[in-house]
């Protein structure tokens, strides 16, 4: 076991204990199917219904966090995909009808109304602006407010924008970036 190995598993296991000692019996009658998250190191918490907001949040307040997730009041604090059966690699294909990675032409993008109404409030009043020092990073703009939220990381900007616009829908750009380089180009975007 490496030192990481060690330090990752010393904090999880403090995580485990503070969640089990001074958490669960607070939490599990008011607050059942919402997601706690404690950093190992510090235990600091944070405390949502989605665990991506309780997560971003904690990271915005511990940036180096040993984040670890527990489901308030179920057994298993523990989260897996299924997997896939690795004898029948058709099967993914089969799933979703051999449209795996096909690259959609334009013309057969149907954009929303809301979303192109995004698209002309960004090029209009923020593209100037943004494209010389944020070309690269993701724009979340919400649909009725034009307010927006600018990040690297499109979850952390929809989490932000969402605590200032709860309910908001929003839609994603990439800054420097028109709809024929990226996929995201006016993407309606929701937790």
Not at 24 to 29: A, G, I, P, V
Not at 138 to 152: N, R, V
Not at 164 to 184: H, K, L, N, T, W
Request: charged share 30%.
């Amino acid at each position: 076991m490496t030192t990481t190995d060690h330090a990752r598993d010393a904090a999880v296991e403090r995580a485990r204990d503070f969640y089990n000692s001074e958490l669960r019996d607070k939490l599990e009658s008011s607050e059942k199917g919402k997601y706690v998250v404690i950093d190992g190191d510090s235990l600091d918490y944070e405390l949502d219904a989605s665990m991506t907001v309780a997560s971003v949040h904690l990271q915005d307040r511990r940036p180096d966090a040993r984040m670890v997730v527990f489901r308030i009041a179920y057994d298993s604090n523990w989260f897996s995909r299924p997997r896939r059966d690795a004898s029948r690699p058709d099967k993914v294909a089969e799933e979703f009808n051999g449209d795996v990675g096909k690259k959609i032409p334009w013309p057969e993008i149907n954009r929303s109304p809301a979303s192109l109404e995004a698209e002309n409030f960004y090029n209009a009043e923020l593209r100037v602006q943004l494209e010389p020092v944020h070309t690269g990073k993701y724009i979340l703009i919400a649909g009725k407010t034009h307010d927006y939220e600018i990040d690297s990381d499109p979850i952390v900007a929809a989490v932000h924008l969402l605590d200032r616009q709860p309910g908001a829908e929003m839609f994603m750009f990439c800054i420097g970036y028109d709809s024929q380089q990226s996929v995201f180009h006016g993407l309606r975007f929701h937790i």
